[in-house]
C-alpha cells in the first residue's frame, strides 16, 4: 500500500470544525506550558473581510459566531480539564445565549458588565468571547485579576479596534500594549485576495500559505515567520511569490497596474488605521 508523501498545507484545517478543534487543542497546550493570556482567531471567510474586519450582513450571522465560538469553548474544556466561564461583550448576548443553550450547556455563561466577573474561588479559563471596544477596560481588569490568581484568560475573536475616528491615541495604547502581552495560540487568517492565508498554531511561527496553481485545493508553504507579517511587507512577499520569473531567472519588475493595486492597498490600509 503506497504510503501518502506529507506535504506542508497538511497542518490547514479541513474544515472550520476541524479548525475550532485545532485551536482549542494548541490553547490548552499554551496554558500547560504557563501562557496566561491567549488570543484565537477563527476569520469565518463569509464573516470576516480583511481591510473591514467583522462583516455581519446576514440576519443570523452575529448568532454563527457565537456558535463557533460555544463549540470552541466546549472544546477547551474538554482539552484542558479545567472549568470555563465564557464572557460575551453585553448582557443582552449573554442572557439570550444562556435562554438558547440552557444551564447544562458545559460552562459559565456572564457578560463584560457583570460586577464580579473573577471572585476570590475563581479556579477556571476566563474566555472572553468576541469581545468589543466598549469594555476593553472591563477585560483589562478582569484579565489582571483572574492572572492574579493564577487563571488564564482567552480573547477569542477579539474586536478591540474601534470604529469611531476620534478615538484617543491613549485608548489605542492601551489596547495595543493589553494585546502585546497576549500570545497568539491559533489563528486562521483568510486572504481572499491572492488566494491563500496566514496561519500560526502552537508553539509554531507563523506560516504563509498561497494556493498551489498545478493542484487546484492545495496550498504552497510560501515561508514561516516569528512575527506576523502584515502590511507593507505581506504584499511584497506575496507579490515577489507570484510574480513570474524572467529569463535570467530573477523575478520580473511590478507593471504599472502591479504598482497601482500596491498604492490602493496602502490608500485602504491607512483608512482602516484612522478608524481603529
Not at 469553548?73 to 482539552?79: F, I, Q, S
Not at 498554531?201 to 514561516?224: C, H, M, N, V, Y
Not at 507593471?255 to 490602493?264: D, P
Amino acid at each position: 500500500m503506497a504510503v501518502r508523501e506529507t506535504r506542508d498545507d497538511d497542518a490547514l484545517p479541513d474544515n472550520l470544525f476541524d479548525a475550532v478543534g485545532q485551536a482549542a487543542t494548541a490553547t490548552a497546550d499554551a496554558m500547560k506550558r504557563g501562557t496566561a493570556g491567549s488570543v484565537v482567531e477563527l476569520l469565518v471567510p463569509e464573516l470576516w473581510d480583511p481591510m473591514s474586519g467583522n462583516v455581519m450582513s446576514e440576519a443570523g450571522d452575529q448568532l454563527k459566531v457565537w456558535e463557533i465560538s460555544r463549540e470552541f469553548l466546549t472544546r477547551l474544556k474538554a482539552e484542558s480539564g479545567r472549568e470555563v466561564r465564557a464572557v460575551f461583550p453585553d448582557a443582552g448576548a449573554a442572557a439570550m445565549l444562556r435562554a438558547r443553550w440552557g444551564v447544562d450547556c458545559g460552562f459559565d455563561l456572564a457578560s463584560a458588565d457583570d460586577r464580579n466577573l473573577v471572585g476570590e474561588d475563581f479556579d477556571g479559563i476566563l474566555a472572553f468571547a468576541a469581545p468589543d471596544p466598549m469594555s476593553l477596560e472591563k477585560v483589562q481588569r478582569a484579565t489582571g485579576r483572574a492572572n492574579e490568581l493564577g487563571c488564564p484568560v482567552v480573547l477569542l475573536n477579539p474586536r478591540l479596534a474601534s470604529g469611531d475616528a476620534g478615538v484617543g491615541l491613549n485608548v489605542r495604547r492601551m489596547r495595543e500594549n493589553f494585546l502585546g502581552k497576549m500570545t497568539v495560540t491559533y489563528s486562521l487568517r483568510p486572504l481572499p485576495w491572492c488566494n491563500g492565508s496566514i496561519f500560526k498554531s502552537f508553539p509554531g511561527a507563523w506560516q504563509l500559505f498561497l494556493e498551489d496553481p498545478e493542484e487546484p485545493g492545495r496550498f504552497k508553504l510560501i515561508d514561516e515567520f516569528a512575527q506576523r507579517p502584515a502590511g507593507e511587507e505581506l504584499d511584497n512577499i506575496v507579490d515577489a511569490a507570484l510574480r513570474p520569473m524572467g529569463e535570467d531567472g530573477e523575478t520580473k519588475e511590478k507593471t504599472a497596474a502591479e504598482k497601482l493595486v500596491g498604492i490602493m492597498r496602502e490608500m485602504q490600509r491607512f483608512a482602516r488605521s484612522l478608524s481603529n
